[in-house]
C-alpha cells in the first residue's frame, strides 16, 4: 500500500511578542490582511477587540497576544498588525497578531510533544525547531474555549439503551493532543457511562493498538485528531490500515479543519469518516455505525 500520507504540512509562523515565533496550520487560515475598520461589541471578552465583515459575514476579532498572557497591543501597535482569518471548529474568527512572517513547509513527525512543566495553560501542543528556532504551535482550540468558555452540549443528546449498551460494549480509543479536545470528547462519552481509552498522541494511540490486538481485546473504534506532534492522525490511519496483523478498526477522524482537502486526505489514508469538530451528536452516530461494521 503506497502512503498517501506523507503530505509536507504547511505552517504560518508569526510573531506575538519579541522574536519568539509561533505557527498555525495553514489550511485553518482563509486570509491574511491588514487590520480593518472594526465595531466594538460591548459585553465581549476582554481579548475580543472587535468585529469586521468577511466575505459577507460578521467576524470576532481577538488579539490573540492578549489572550494568551502578553500585554494587549497598543493603538499605534494594532496599525502595523495583521489580521488572520481562520475557520477552527465550524467558527470564522480573526486572530489579530504583530507580525506575519513566513509560510514553511513541515513534516508533523519533526514536531515535538511540549514538555509537561509548561502547564495545562501553556496554549503550545508542540514544538519544532527550524534551524535552531523553535516555533511554538498554538493550541487554538484552548484559546477558543478561554474566550468562548461553554459547555459540550452532550446531555441533549439522545441514544436508545441498546445504542448505549451497544457503544459500552466495544473497546474506543480516543486520542488528540490538545486538553480541550479530550475533554469535549471525554464528556460526550462519560455522560453516557461509555468507557474508553485516551491517549496525547498518535506514537502511543499505534501502540495501544498494537498491544490491545496482542493481548485479544482489539480497538474498535479509533477516534483521533489529525494535526499532532509525531505520528499525526493520516499517517496513523495509513499504518493502522497497513497492518495486516491488526483487527481493523472503524478510524473516524476528528479535526478542528473545515477543508475539503482534510476529508480527501482521510479517505485517502484509509478512514471511514472525517468530522469537523466539535458537534457530540454527530460524534456518537459515526461511533454507532462504526459499531454496525465491527459487529
Same mark, same amino acid.
Given at each position: 500500500?503506497?502512503?498517501?500520507?506523507?503530505?509536507?504540512?504547511?505552517?504560518?509562523? =508569526?510573531?506575538?511578542?519579541?522574536?519568539?515565533? =509561533?505557527?498555525?496550520?495553514?489550511?485553518?487560515?482563509? &486570509?491574511?490582511?491588514?487590520?480593518?475598520?472594526?465595531?466594538?461589541?460591548?459585553?465581549?471578552?476582554?481579548?475580543?477587540?472587535?468585529?469586521?465583515?468577511?466575505?459577507?459575514?460578521?467576524?470576532?476579532?481577538?488579539?490573540?497576544?492578549?489572550?494568551?498572557?502578553?500585554?494587549?497591543?497598543?493603538?499605534?501597535?494594532?496599525?502595523?498588525?495583521?489580521?488572520?482569518?481562520?475557520?477552527?471548529?465550524?467558527?470564522?474568527?480573526?486572530?489579530?497578531?504583530?507580525?506575519?512572517?513566513?509560510?514553511?513547509?513541515?513534516?508533523?513527525?519533526?514536531?515535538?510533544?511540549?514538555?509537561?512543566?509548561?502547564?495545562?495553560?501553556?496554549?503550545?501542543?508542540?514544538?519544532?525547531?527550524?534551524?535552531?528556532?523553535?516555533?511554538?504551535?498554538?493550541?487554538?482550540?484552548?484559546?477558543?474555549?478561554?474566550?468562548?468558555?461553554?459547555?459540550?452540549?452532550?446531555?441533549?443528546?439522545?441514544?436508545?439503551?441498546?445504542?448505549?449498551?451497544?457503544?459500552?460494549?466495544?473497546?474506543?480509543?480516543?486520542?488528540?493532543?490538545?486538553?480541550?479536545?479530550?475533554?469535549?470528547?471525554?464528556?460526550?462519552?462519560?455522560?453516557?457511562?461509555?468507557?474508553? +481509552?485516551?491517549?496525547?498522541?498518535?506514537?502511543?494511540?499505534?501502540?495501544?493498538?498494537?498491544?490491545?490486538?496482542?493481548?485479544?481485546?482489539?480497538?474498535?473504534?479509533?477516534?483521533?485528531?489529525?494535526?499532532?506532534?509525531?505520528?499525526?492522525?493520516?499517517?496513523?490511519? +495509513?499504518?493502522?490500515?497497513?497492518?495486516?496483523?491488526?483487527?481493523?478498526?472503524?478510524?473516524?477522524?476528528?479535526?478542528?479543519?473545515?477543508?475539503?482537502?482534510?476529508?480527501?486526505?482521510?479517505?485517502?489514508?484509509?478512514?471511514?469518516?472525517?468530522?469537523?469538530? =466539535?458537534?457530540?451528536?454527530?460524534?456518537?452516530?459515526?461511533?454507532?455505525?462504526?459499531? &454496525?461494521?465491527?459487529?
Amino acid at each position: 500500500m503506497s502512503n498517501p500520507s506523507h503530505q509536507a504540512q504547511k505552517l504560518l509562523l =508569526f510573531g506575538l511578542s519579541g522574536q519568539k515565533s =509561533f505557527a498555525i496550520g495553514t489550511l485553518k487560515i482563509r &486570509e491574511i490582511m491588514p487590520l480593518p475598520q472594526l465595531t466594538k461589541l460591548p459585553h465581549s471578552h476582554p481579548s475580543v477587540i472587535g468585529t469586521t465583515t468577511f466575505r459577507g459575514s460578521a467576524v470576532p476579532v481577538i488579539d490573540m497576544g492578549a489572550a494568551v498572557g502578553y500585554p494587549p497591543l497598543t493603538r499605534e501597535e494594532l496599525q502595523q498588525s495583521s489580521v488572520i482569518v481562520t475557520d477552527i471548529q465550524r467558527k470564522e474568527i480573526g486572530f489579530v497578531v504583530r507580525s506575519v512572517r513566513k509560510i514553511i513547509e513541515a513534516d508533523w513527525k519533526q514536531v515535538k510533544t511540549p514538555p509537561s512543566a509548561l502547564g495545562k495553560r501553556a496554549f503550545v501542543t508542540g514544538l519544532l525547531d527550524i534551524e535552531g528556532e523553535v516555533i511554538q504551535l498554538m493550541d487554538v482550540e484552548l484559546l477558543l474555549s478561554m474566550v468562548y468558555p461553554s459547555a459540550v452540549a452532550a446531555d441533549e443528546v439522545v441514544l436508545t439503551d441498546v445504542q448505549r449498551e451497544t457503544l459500552k460494549s466495544l473497546n474506543i480509543l480516543l486520542v488528540d493532543d490538545s486538553q480541550v479536545a479530550r475533554k469535549q470528547l471525554s464528556d460526550v462519552l462519560d455522560s453516557k457511562d461509555i468507557p474508553y +481509552f485516551v491517549t496525547t498522541n498518535g506514537d502511543e494511540a499505534l501502540q495501544i493498538l498494537l498491544n490491545a490486538g496482542t493481548e485479544g481485546r482489539p480497538i474498535d473504534i479509533l477516534v483521533s485528531d489529525i494535526e499532532m506532534p509525531g505520528l499525526d492522525g493520516y499517517e496513523l490511519a +495509513f499504518q493502522v490500515r497497513d497492518n495486516g496483523s491488526l483487527r481493523q478498526p472503524y478510524i473516524i477522524l476528528h479535526t478542528s479543519l473545515n477543508s475539503e482537502m482534510s476529508v480527501s486526505y482521510a479517505n485517502q489514508v484509509g478512514a471511514n469518516e472525517a468530522l469537523t469538530k =466539535f458537534d457530540a451528536e454527530e460524534l456518537l452516530q459515526a461511533m454507532l455505525r462504526g459499531a &454496525e461494521q465491527s459487529q
